[in-house]
């Protein structure tokens, strides 16, 4: 069964605006982490945020915001204010307690329109 | 701090060849992984290590080995190289804990041809 899913393959947005990539989950542990890498066209993974299973605030890092639903297993990046720079291909991924490997989705590209 | 570092960047082989991807980190980190991504997929793991000396498989491990001597050093051997290996492989490391991040090499993309 799909650990990760990502519904969206691709998304355009307006520069300036903001813009919210879905990710649902499958697990039956109770610990788990949740994380979002970006990908853009030059091919590297750059971390972007983490979001643990037991953490009772959203995570935020400067305009990455991460909408945590456990009750849902739904763990969405809202990107606010979105730059040009953020045109890449986005990943959610789980990592679960005794499972060494990110669970990967099939990523989301967002397109930034100017 | 050059963090996770892999080499080359790009290979083409021919069927049949063998080569060893390398990959070093500099973060003093357990755990190293590798994984490969297909064109248009998420990232899966062919193999990981929690330390020197201690090496596993992951959900893809046929046709690799690795070997991890040092704790900083992790390379990947791909032996008889077919047309299905052709994608892009990555090292990562991270500490230990689950909810520890793991962090990337820059990738080799690499074709069989």
């Known amino acids: 069964a799909q650990k990760i899913t990502q519904t969206q393959p691709g998304m355009f947005v307006q520069e300036k605006e903001a813009v919210t990539l879905d990710c649902t989950y499958d697990t039956s542990d109770q610990s788990y982490g949740l994380f979002w890498y970006k990908q853009p066209s030059s091919g590297e993974m750059i971390f972007l945020i983490y979001q643990g299973s037991y953490d009772e605030q959203n995570a935020t890092e400067g305009r990455y915001s991460l909408n945590f639903q456990k009750a849902r297993k739904s763990a969405n990046l809202v990107i606010s204010a979105s730059q040009l720079g953020d045109s890449a291909m986005y990943f959610c991924a789980m990592r679960e307690p005794f499972d060494y490997k990110l669970s990967f989705g099939a990523g989301t590209t967002v397109t930034v329109r100017a | 701090n050059a963090g996770v570092t892999q080499t080359p960047k790009f290979r083409i082989l021919k069927i049949g060849q063998s080569m060893t991807l390398q990959c070093t980190q500099d973060m003093n980190h357990n755990y190293m992984y590798w994984y490969r991504q297909d064109p248009g997929m998420g990232l899966k793991l062919i193999y990981y290590?929690?330390?020197?000396?201690?090496?596993d498989k992951g959900e893809v491990p046929n046709g690799y080995n690795v070997s991890r001597s040092t704790t900083e050093d992790f390379p990947l051997r791909l032996e008889l190289a077919a047309p299905s290996q052709t994608s892009v492989y990555f090292c990562?490391?991270?500490?230990?804990?689950?909810?520890?991040?793991?962090?990337f090499g820059p990738g080799t993309r690499l074709t069989v041809l």
């Open positions: 990562a490391s991270s500490y230990a804990d689950f909810t520890d991040t793991q962090y």
């Open positions: 290590s929690v330390g020197a000396g201690i090496t």
